[in-house]
């Protein structure tokens, strides 16, 4: 009989959509993740409908124009997913050093 684990959290599939949205293979998260790359897809498919996501040809762009779009677009999701990742790290940091980042407005 075949062992079954408890579902994985709403969390850890937000964060495998997020890594599939910045550019990540789902081959590559399967590899290095528990789930297989046919339910790393499914969640992504699912995230997509849910956020009215469609990936319709824009009109009036060239086919490079597209390529580049759909690029840059890729580039900026994992941008702000390195930010945020960042971001979470400094915050954890000053906590730890019982500091405030630089760049805050304590004044």
């Known amino acids: 009989m075949p062992r079954s684990r ?3 959290s709403p969390e850890f599939r937000r964060q495998m959509v997020d ?6 293979s ?3 998260l399967a ?4 789930p297989t790359s046919h339910s790393i897809r499914a969640w ?4 997509d409908r849910q956020d009215g996501r469609r990936e319709e040809a824009a009109p009036g762009l060239a086919t490079a ?3 580049e ?3 840059l677009r890729r580039e900026v999701r994992q941008l ?3 930010r945020d990742i960042l971001s979470k790290a400094a915050a954890w940091f000053a906590r730890e050093t019982g500091t405030l980042p630089s760049g805050s407005s304590g004044s």
């Open 6 to 8: 408890p579902p994985y």
């Open 19 to 24: 890594l599939v949205r910045a550019g990540r």
């Open 26 to 28: 789902p081959d590559d």
């Open 31 to 34: 590899r290095e993740f528990e």
């Open 44 to 47: 992504v498919a699912l995230a």
């Open 65 to 67: 124009e597209r390529d």
């Open 69 to 71: 779009l759909a690029r």
């Open 80 to 82: 702000r997913l390195e």
